[in-house]
Each structure stands twice: as structure tokens, then as C-alpha cells.
């Protein structure tokens, strides 16, 4: 039984044939459904099954990364609020930029509900095009000075919209791929969106007239616009929507009511990988603050201004979650050919022991070095041994990372399985344990 109702115009070349019979669902809805979906038969698979889930999953990549870079926009530009003439203490830019990983940490479960109510594609679409509501009233509120302070707390509320992106994101693909290959697909869909952070710390000084690296600013001759920023992210928005409008599908197997995907919390399995999952990413979230901040303490003297002695810090700072990230997609694929938990239990026990060996080269450093730059000159001949090490440890969570969502789908097909239900319903809690996990780790490690 296949039913794949297009739009007038959309080709079908390439999918799975469209035929109907007496139990066919009724034609109910517009847009692009695909209502036979069997990714776990290999002929299906190869005869085009493949070919629609790369689709989907490579503008499932562009959304969810454009969502975390608006979620990541008032973090990054929190320092250039004072350039431009914002009089805010450090507690209320602290409070601004707390506000979007909270929203955007409790979004994630109903984001997760979404996917099987509107549709994968559907929600892409709408969730993209949400993005215009930060986006638009960040640019308006930098240009006036004027704004309350209330103001900028409500707009940096809006931002989280971007931070719930992530769990429909995965619920969506999940739903795509087949057990054997679900690793290497979530893997690269979550890659997509943790290099949203890196990128946008990286090129926000740049579009907004800025110079510099994470917090490094020097105001260029035509001073700081932070509007421009939030400009480029609307129109990328504006892309997004249109893009998942054409490119991408919904499918009618996906199909699930929020009170049987809470029924997810019940299970206990679903607590155990959270706690995993803190281990993990809570890891890379902890260890990307901390890395930077070791290199300024041991390696670096601020004289003479402004790049003083030894290794400044914030040309390496975004070199761990880079790699972190990119590491992310090898997680699943080693998942998907070894198996989720030994990659996971390899990847722990990796962060280990590359965390002893950091700290056993602060050992070998030179305390308080801002007393002698000498000290900070004698301490970068070990700098190299100590970035070695910490980038390993970065390449554990990012595996970890991949490893753990190569669990979730195993797991609830599993226990699905046992419990003698169908295939898809397995696939149905995993997308919603997705969401759940999700929003316990980011909950956990911005509160």
C-alpha cells in the first residue's frame, strides 16, 4: 500500500511508486505525505527510500543548524551590546544571554510532539520561519538605545525558539532511516546543528563590523551594527523555510498523539540515557568554558596589550567545540558498525584518561605566570602537549555524542520487540525519548 500525495507540479521521479487500495488512508492533507514508508526493507531502501532520506536529512541539517546559531546569537553578541552604548551590568548580560537556553531547553519536548502532528516537513517549515520573530526583533531593539531592558528580555526569550529546532530535528530523521544506519544519520543531523555555535561565535564579529574571536572585539572605522547580524540570520530563515517547502516530505507513518509519546517518561531506559547523554555533551558544554580559561590562567600574560605574552587564548577557544562536533557524525557511524554501547563505554573511557593527562601537564606548568611573562614564554613550550590532549578529549564527546543517539532507536526497537508491537511504534517512542533527553541535558547544563 503506497499513497504519496504531491503538490500540483511536484515531480515523482526517484520515489517510491504512488498506488492506492481499498485501505489506502484517505487523500486528507496537502503538500508532500508519504504514507508508505518501510526503510527496513532493502528493496524499498535502494529503490529510492535512500535517495528521500538524504533529501530530507541535508535540509534537516540546514534548519537545525540555522535554529541553533539565532538560539546562540545573544551569547555571542552580549559584549557588543557595551560597544554599542547599552549601559547593562554584567549580571543583567548574564541573565540575557541565560534566557534563550532555558526557553529554548523546556521547547524541546513539544517540539518533539510536533513532528508526528504536523509532519517533519511541515514543522520545518514552520519552525524556520518562527525564526524571523527573534531574528527581526533583535535588529530592531540594538538600533535603539532607548529599549528597556524588559524589552531585551523578552526578545532574548524569542531566541529560544531556535534552541527547540534541535529535538524536532531528530525526531524527524529518526524517523527516515533505518535501524542500521540511524547512528551515522543522527550523528551528522546533530553535527550540523552544534557547528551553529562555533560558526556563529566565529563570524558574528565579522558581519557586525567587529574583529576578533569570541569576545575579542575592536570596532571597525564604521563602528559596531549588530543589526547586520541579525539581518543575514532572517533572510537564511526566509531560505530555510522555502527550502523545506520544496525539498523536504512528511510522512504519514510518523504518526503519534502526545499522550502516548509521554508515556515515554515512564521508561526507565529513558533516564538511563539521559544520564549517559549528561556524561557526554554535558561534558563538551563544561569542558568548552573550561578550556579556554585554563589557557588564559597557565599560558597567557594580557601584556603588552593586546595580544600580550605566551598563547592568547581566544585564537584556540573554538577549537574544542569544533572538533566536538565534527566528531559527532564518527560517534554514529561507529555505533551504527560496532554497537552503541561499546562506542559509548570506548568514548568514556577515552574522556578519562585524556582527562587525567591534562591534568597531569598543568603539573609540569609554572604557577601564577601574570607575576613574570618569563613564566608564560616557559609554559608554551607545553602548550602543544596540552591542546593535544584536550582536543582528544573533545573527539571522546563528540563520538559519545553520536554513540548515545545510536542507542535510543536500538534500545525502544528493542523493548518494542519484546513487548510483541510493531517496528514503528518502537520508532515512535525513541523520537520521543529523543525530545525528553534533549531537554534534560540542555536543562541541566544552562540552570
Keep these: 500500500m503506497t499513497l504519496i500525495a504531491d503538490p500540483p507540479g511536484q515531480p515523482t521521479a526517484g520515489r517510491p511508486t504512488a498506488t492506492t487500495d481499498a485501505d489506502a488512508p484517505p487523500a486528507r492533507r496537502t503538500g508532500r505525505w508519504i504514507d508508505d514508508w518501510r526503510p527496513e526493507e532493502p528493496e524499498f531502501w535502494e529503490g529510492g527510500g535512500r535517495a528521500i532520506a538524504r533529501r530530507n536529512l541535508l535540509w534537516s541539517i540546514f534548519a537545525e543548524h540555522l535554529g541553533f546559531s539565532v538560539w546562540l546569537i545573544w551569547s555571542v553578541s552580549s559584549a557588543f551590546l557595551l560597544a554599542q552604548g547599552f549601559t547593562f551590568s554584567p549580571q543583567q548580560l548574564f ?4 534566557i534563550p ?5 523546556l521547547l524541546r519536548v513539544p517540539y518533539t510532539f510536533a513532528v508526528p502532528l504536523f509532519g517533519g516537513r511541515n514543522w520545518t517549515m514552520i519552525s524556520a ?17 532607548g529599549t528597556p531592558y524588559w524589552a531585551f528580555c523578552l526578545i532574548a526569550a524569542t531566541a529560544g525558539l531556535g534552541g527547540g529546532n534541535f529535538a524536532s530535528s531528530m525526531a524527524n530523521i529518526n524517523f527516515f532511516y533505518p535501524a542500521a544506519k540511524k547512528g551515522a544519520a543522527l550523528g551528522l543531523n546533530a553535527a ?4 551553529g555555535v562555533s560558526l556563529i561565535q ?21 563602528g559596531i551594527h549588530l543589526e547586520r547580524a541579525a539581518y543575514v540570520y532572517a533572510v537564511l530563515a ?3 523555510t522555502l527550502a523545506a517547502w520544496r525539498r523536504m516530505d512528511n510522512l504519514g507513518t510518523a504518526k503519534s498523539r502526545p499522550r502516548e509519546q509521554l508515556q515515554i517518561v515512564r521508561e526507565p531506559h529513558t533516564w538511563v540515557m539521559a544520564l549517559l547523554y549528561i556524561g557526554t555533551f554535558g561534558s563538551f558544554i563544561g569542558y568548552s568554558a573550561a578550556m579556554p580559561l585554563l589557557i588564559k590562567l597557565n599560558f597567557w600574560v594580557p601584556e603588552p596589550a593586546p595580544l600580550g605574552t605566551g598563547v592568547f587564548f581566544a585564537y584556540y577557544a573554538f577549537l574544542g567545540a569544533g572538533v566536538g562536533s565534527l566528531t559527532r557524525p564518527l560517534g554514529g557511524w561507529l555505533a551504527d558498525r560496532f554497537g552503541g554501547a561499546r562506542i559509548t563505554l570506548a568514548a568514556f573511557t577515552g574522556m578519562v584518561v585524556f582527562t587525567l593527562a591534562v591534568l597531569w601537564t598543568l603539573t609540569q606548568l609554572q604557577s601564577n605566570p601574570t607575576a613574570d611573562p618569563a613564566i608564560a614564554l616557559d609554559n608554551k613550550s607545553w602548550f602543544p602537549v596540552f591542546l593535544g590532549f584536550f582536543l582528544c578529549i573533545f573527539a571522546c564527546t563528540g563520538i559519545g555524542n553520536g554513540s548515545t543517539y545510536k542507542m535510543i532507536p536500538t534500545i525502544f526497537r528493542h523493548r518494542a520487540e519484546d513487548a510483541g508491537l510493531p517496528l514503528a511504534e518502537g520508532t515512535k517512542r525513541a523520537s520521543a525519548a529523543i525530545g525528553v533527553i534533549g531537554a534534560v541535558e540542555i536543562g541541566r547544563a544552562h540552570v
Design 238 to 240: 526566509v531560505i530555510a
Design 192 to 195: 550540523g546543528g552544534n557547528l
Design 129 to 145: 520561519a518562527m525564526l524571523l520573530v527573534p531574528t527581526l526583533l533583535f535588529a530592531w531593539a540594538v538600533q535603539h538605545p
Design 101 to 105: 537556553n532555558l526557553v529554548g531547553s
Design 95 to 98: 541573565f540575557l544571554v541565560a
Design 202 to 222: 566565529l563570524l558574528l564579529p565579522v558581519i557586525v563590523g567587529g574583529a576578533g574571536i569570541f569576545g575579542l572585539v575592536k570596532a571597525s572605522a564604521g
